[in-house]
């Protein structure tokens, strides 16, 4: 504890003031995700509360803020509505049953959350290359601009005869809408302003004071936090401190049919969410400079939703826009997380009524702020001067995150990323040809091994018309999976059925180990005794410890 407290003081101010600012702009995000989930908003801000707080705690990485985040709430739409018809086919009828189905897939997403900590998938983050992150970036950017385009509409309920429930938008127009882009563009201009003059005011949370009391000064009638959770059919923020759901135990079966139920949304929240937190670590990773623990992290967030979903909560992730908001208003350690839930319990406890007179307009600047600075702009200028496939990646990447989904761009990006680099290096082997005195035929192999060059390598020999002795050097060639493996016994069976010596040279230990295993045979094959620099100094490079232009080869 000492050490926490040591570690949170340098920065306390700083990171105080941000958490304040990041709370103020959670609530509509949040609350709006709820609407798109149609489940109680504070549901959905309960959650928010115990996420952010135990990530922040327990992540990996200080300085991000977690919450109920939209990216997972689309997934839990069509298995809370299920799960409502489900529960009113039950013996028993149960209204709202889709909510119980809700909490224990949350609680299910987490534990798949810190299995994967615990077997430290988090490394695989690593695996997602710049262009993938630069069209992450951007793409989140264009989504979070288009929520807050949203923004300027009203939102009505209309229920069928048929009892169907569906919000209506219609948009802001003439007055309405001129005071509304009026107050957005007062706050952005104090956000970007209020820095060249001073940074000792946090200028997010001062822009939204300052527009604010000028809506409740001069009476202006404005969308505000209270009327946008009226609109969306709820009825306030004021809650109760979040406590353990026991109606989940009473009213949920807990049998192999609920756990096929739940189980599939459950493993899509989990990816989902763990794939948005690590790349928004990353992002923080690249703008502090620091670096943070993925396999921490994903632990951490799957206990947050364990604990939101046993608590009567929603589930949740790593949110970049509310990161970016924080790390730019100076938050840096633990304490701003921390704070940021503290202080949205404490308005849903304590000063609903005052969080609810904040008008809207106030935090959509303060997000379309977040999106100019977020959103690469570098990435327009260094398309033409990347490799046209970096290029399509970072477009794709971005497309496929505004009209599909954040996972799904992710894996998209990476599988081509893949694919493209299998594709060029299984056009870098080589082979050279010399003879020696004795007439023995020598292949020098260069380049990577693998799946994709094994045609290539393939096509380098000619079993029937070589002479009658062949070597093949792998000096300057690493064998890189089975596939490459399966391609140098193919290749030493075809010069022996030929009745030809060939023997193999500078194959790297775990090849030598697999292949021995594979066929005793190969012992006689591969030359182990070679008097040659080159091949101890790969191999044991520990042996010599002068620089490599101190060596004669």
């Not at 379309?368 to 290029?391: C, G, N, Q």
């Amino acid at each position: 504890m000492t050490e926490f407290i040591r570690k949170i003081v340098p920065n306390a101010k700083d990171d105080v003031l941000a958490g304040i600012t990041v709370s103020l702009a959670m609530i509509p995000e949040v609350v709006a995700f709820a609407f798109v989930a149609q489940i109680d908003p504070l549901m959905a801000l309960s959650g928010a509360f115990i996420i952010g707080i135990i990530t922040a705690i327990f992540g990996g990485r200080p300085g991000l803020i977690s919450g109920a985040a939209g990216a997972v709430a689309v997934i839990f739409v069509s298995m809370i509505a299920d799960g409502h018809t489900k529960g009113m086919l039950m013996d028993v009828p149960i209204e709202n049953m889709g909510f119980f189905y809700l909490m224990a897939c949350v609680v299910l997403m987490g534990i798949i959350q810190i299995f994967a900590g615990v077997f430290k998938l988090g490394r695989f983050v690593r695996l997602i290359p710049h262009p993938v992150m630069m069209g992450f970036v951007n793409g989140l950017s264009i989504v979070i601009f288009m929520a807050q385009v949203k923004m300027f509409s009203h939102k009505s309920l209309n229920v069928s005869s048929a009892g169907v429930k569906e919000y209506i938008s219609t948009y802001m127009q003439g007055g309405e809408l001129y005071t509304m882009i009026g107050l957005v563009l007062l706050t952005m201009g104090i956000i970007w302003s209020l820095p060249k003059i001073t940074k000792k005011i946090p200028a997010a949370l001062t822009a939204i004071l300052v527009t604010s009391l000028i809506v409740i000064g001069f009476n202006m009638d404005v969308s505000t936090v209270g009327s946008y959770i009226v609109e969306g059919g709820g009825t306030g923020l004021k809650g109760e401190f979040p406590t353990p759901n026991m109606e989940l135990w009473e009213k949920l079966p807990f049998n192999i049919d609920t756990l096929k139920f739940i189980a599939l949304p459950a493993f899509l929240a989990a990816s989902v969410g763990l794939i948005e937190s690590l790349m928004t670590m990353n992002l923080v990773d690249e703008l502090t400079e620091t670096r943070g623990n993925g396999n921490r992290e994903c632990v951490a967030q799957g206990a947050g939703n364990i604990v939101s979903g046993l608590f009567g909560g929603t589930g949740g992730c790593g949110m970049i826009g509310q990161t970016v908001i924080n790390i730019n208003a100076g938050g840096r350690g633990r304490l701003s997380g921390i704070m940021m839930a503290v202080t949205l319990l404490s308005f849903i406890l304590f000063a609903d009524k005052l969080i609810e007179m904040v008008p809207i307009a106030a935090l959509v600047g303060v997000m379309f702020m977040m999106v100019i600075e977020t959103f690469a702009w570098s990435s327009f200028r260094i398309l033409k001067k990347i490799p046209m496939s970096d290029a399509i990646v970072l477009i794709t990447v971005s497309l496929v995150t505004v009209f599909v989904d954040l996972a799904v761009a992710v894996f998209v990006g990476v599988i081509i990323s893949a694919l493209v680099f299998a594709w060029e290096n299984a056009k870098k082997i080589r082979a050279r040809k010399r003879f020696k005195d004795d007439g023995t035929l020598v292949y020098e192999i260069w380049g990577p091994l693998f799946f994709g060059s094994i045609q290539a390598f393939n096509d380098k020999f000619d079993a029937k018309n070589d002479p009658e002795k062949i070597e093949i050097d792998f000096v300057e060639s690493r064998i890189s999976d089975h596939s490459a493996l399966e391609a140098i016994s193919n290749l030493v069976e075809k010069y022996e059925v030929e009745g030809k010596s060939i023997k193999l040279k500078h194959l790297s230990e775990d090849c030598k180990i697999l292949m021995y295993k594979a066929n005793p045979k190969f012992r006689d094959v591969i030359v182990e005794d070679i008097d040659d620099p080159r091949y101890h100094l790969a191999a044991n490079p520990e042996e010599f410890p002068k620089p490599l232009s101190e060596y004669k080869f």
